[in-house]
């Protein structure tokens, strides 16, 4: 395309290169026109909204003769669409007398990057050289974004497994690329995610010089996730804004749905009588002499009522300073008639201490404890493993006739004992201690045992009365031995679980514990024993990777 500043006259022909003109003669009265320089480079001009067009000047001198008449001024540019980069600015005269000169201003702004050519032709009445060609060039510096792939189908994964798919971005022009923000958009927020490796990368903006040629420079490299949750289709849209000034801002599509990797139904029978491990400690400190006779004799009575118990109890007592129950019966049970319960209770007591040493631990009640349900001793292989289970409810006993004697306060071992269970109100804490606040006859106050029973349900009762075993198991077999948690044998998707007692689905009192891999029950809405619970869900796969 060709410009001109004169534009009612007729527009010849570019000229390619000058005509030599011949000498001329001292006294010849036609005008001698003289183009300084002969060839304009306007070098490399940054495209954007901020920058103005570069100028430069060509000067025409009449150097003989008459008057130089200027008749046309025309700029043309080499660009496929015919778009003008270069354009006559400014002409101060149109006649130029002998030995006088004319100031001609240009300016160069590119639209694209790249190298760009023209020329600007001048006409005159100068007979010998009427057209005077002057070579116009420059250069557009712009970045140009290029996103590899610009679109993405995720096909169909399966729901729970993470798929992650890089996106390389390049740039192809010739000027810096700045990458301001890279920013993700979808109405599935839990399953679409955008990696940005800000090990790699570091945050934005993020900058990137120009390729060399199209195999070699610099990329930057993030990754768009897709974790399907269920079965229906998902889109997400990432916009990545630059400076690049043809596409300031590009748009990345990708979509994709989740398929169900395989079904799962696990069924619970609940016991029609729920489970209890009651683990009883027994102080045989020289200050118990006084409640020895009565103390055997409420454990026999209380070993009795247990196996007799409406509930599947397991019950042992622990008095050795390891925590291990003694003897070769690891608990009592509703299989054990009365006196083999009571004879199993004595040898565990150890009384005349033929199976272990005396302690002058005896009187830490909770110590005893903590070490019968450590790990090492209720984990497999344990001393005490065959005695704990742990889905049972569990009911703590401990028996003494003065204070709590163990290193910790007593809100220490409550919670430490409620941490054994999903449930901690399937953890009770009852005593047989001196009377609260002021103890009784040769009996100092169990201040720590009382305070752990009032703040877990359980029962405190005094060492000093005769029949402290007296509806104690029921006190101790509440509502809270209806069994909550339900493992399940495969990993589900947490949405599409169905809970069914009976047969009638429940839609509350419920919900999924991932890191126990469980349907935990609230306590009223718990199974009652003998229900049939069926939990059906969709199986998360085994993901690759």
């Known amino acids: 395309m060709r410009t001109s500043i004169l534009p009612m006259l007729v527009f010849g022909a570019a000229c390619a290169a000058d005509v030599p003109v011949p000498a001329r003669t001292p006294d010849a009265l036609d005008p001698c026109i003289e183009v300084e320089p002969a060839a304009v480079d306007f070098g490399g001009v940054e495209i954007s909204d901020e920058v103005q067009p570069v100028r430069e000047m060509v000067r025409i001198s009449n150097t003989c003769g008459g008057a130089l008449e200027l008749t046309s001024l025309d700029v043309t540019t080499d660009v496929p669409n015919g778009v003008s980069v270069f354009s006559v600015d400014r002409v101060d005269q149109l006649i130029v007398q002998e030995g006088e000169q004319a100031s001609v ?35 557009g510096l712009a970045p140009r974004i290029d996103i590899g792939p610009g679109a993405h189908d995720f ?140 103390t055997t004799k409420n454990l026999e009575a209380l070993a009795e009522e247990l196996i007799a118990a409406d509930a599947d109890i397991h019950a042992a007592i622990v008095v050795a300073d390891d925590g291990c129950i003694l003897g070769t019966e690891p608990y009592i049970d509703s299989t054990f008639g009365a006196s083999e319960a009571i004879g199993t209770f004595r040898t565990m007591m150890d009384l005349d201490f033929t199976l272990s040493s005396a302690s002058a631990r005896t009187e830490s009640g909770y110590w005893l404890t903590e070490n019968a349900l450590s790990l090492r001793n209720i984990g497999a292989g344990g001393c005490n493993a065959a005695f704990y289970r742990e889905d049972a409810a569990l009911a703590l006993l401990n028996i003494s006739s003065t204070a709590d004697g163990s290193p910790n306060a007593w809100s220490y071992y409550v919670s430490l004992f409620q941490s054994l269970k999903t449930n901690p109100d399937e953890v009770v804490l009852s005593a047989i201690a001196g009377d609260y606040p002021s103890g009784c006859e ?104």
């Open 442 to 545: 040769t009996a100092t106050a169990g201040t720590g045992y009382y305070s752990a029973t009032v703040a877990t349900g359980g029962a405190f009762r005094s060492i000093c009365a005769s029949d402290w075993s007296k509806g104690l198991v029921d006190r101790m077999a509440s509502y809270r031995t209806r069994p909550r948690r339900f493992e399940l044998s495969g990993q589900p998707v947490p949405q599409n679980i169905t809970v069914t007692i009976d047969g009638v689905q429940r839609l509350t009192g419920w919900e999924y514990h991932i890191s126990a891999n469980s349907i935990v029950f609230e306590a009223e809405f718990a199974p009652l024993p003998g229900s049939k619970v069926e939990i059906t869900y969709d199986k998360l796969p085994w993901c690759d990777g």
């Open 105 to 139: 201003a240009l300016t160069f702004a590119p639209i694209r990057g790249g190298t760009a050519s023209g020329q600007l032709l001048i006409r005159s009445n100068d007979p010998e050289r009427a057209a005077v060609s002057v070579p116009l060039s420059g250069a």
């Open 155 to 294: 096909a169909a994964p399966f729901i729970g497994c993470e798929t992650g798919h890089p996106v390389t971005i390049r740039n192809l022009g010739t000027h810096e690329l700045v990458i301001d923000e890279i920013t993700l958009f979808t109405a599935s927020e839990q399953e679409f995610s955008v990696d940005l490796d800000v090990l790699s990368n570091g945050r934005p903006p993020f900058v990137l010089a120009p390729y060399d040629g199209m195999e070699n420079g610099p990329d930057l490299t993030f990754y768009l996730d897709y974790r399907p949750l269920d079965t229906f289709a998902d889109e997400a849209f990432v916009t990545i804004a630059s400076n690049d000034p043809y596409a300031p801002e590009m748009v990345l599509r990708a979509q994709g749905t989740g398929t169900f990797f395989e079904h799962g139904v696990d069924t619970f029978e609940v016991p029609s009588k729920p489970e209890l491990d009651v683990l009883i400690t027994l102080d045989r400190a020289e200050a118990m002499e006084d409640f020895r006779a009565a």
